[in-house]
Nanobody, 127 residues
Framework: QVQLVESGGGLVQAGGSLRLSCALS????????MGWFRQASGKEREFVAA????????NYARSVKGRFTISRDNAKNTMYLQMNSVKPEDTADYYC????????????????????WGRGTQVTVSS
């Protein structure tokens, strides 16, 4: 059984930085493509970023491209989201997700493609 645990959320001022982590346990991390999604209060969950099994391919939502960086450390079974130049509109609960993938290079941006989800970590950006 795959378990995903996010950490690193909190309160940050606009223009600041935050790094989220997502630890996977229960299965072999390198079998999974990974992604970050977020859900603001009263809004639907939206795609933020995705990374392939190998880490060689990444994909970003237009709203975060150039500010956020997704990465993974396969030796530590952990994925990261480095958030720079944050804005109040980045305020949301952030969720990591895992998809068992047969391809080492594919990324997935649809929430429906992911099999496993963490419980989320809250990020609040003050103006």
């Amino acid at each position: 059984q795959v378990q995903l645990v996010e950490s690193g959320g909190g309160l940050v001022q606009a223009g600041g930085s935050l790094r989220l982590s997502c630890a996977l346990s229960g299965r072999t991390f390198t079998f999974y493509a990974m992604g970050w999604f977020r859900q603001a209060s009263g809004k639907e969950r939206e795609f933020v970023a995705a990374i392939s099994r190998s880490g060689g391919s990444t994909n970003y939502a237009r709203s975060v491209k150039g500010r956020f960086t997704i990465s993974r450390d396969n030796a530590k079974n952990t994925m990261y989201l480095q958030m720079n130049s944050v804005k109040p509109e980045d305020t949301a609960d952030y969720y990591c997700a895992a998809e068992l993938s047969t391809s080492s290079g594919n990324t997935y941006y649809s929430a429906r493609e992911y099999d496993y989800w963490g419980r989320g970590t809250q990020v609040t950006v003050s103006s």
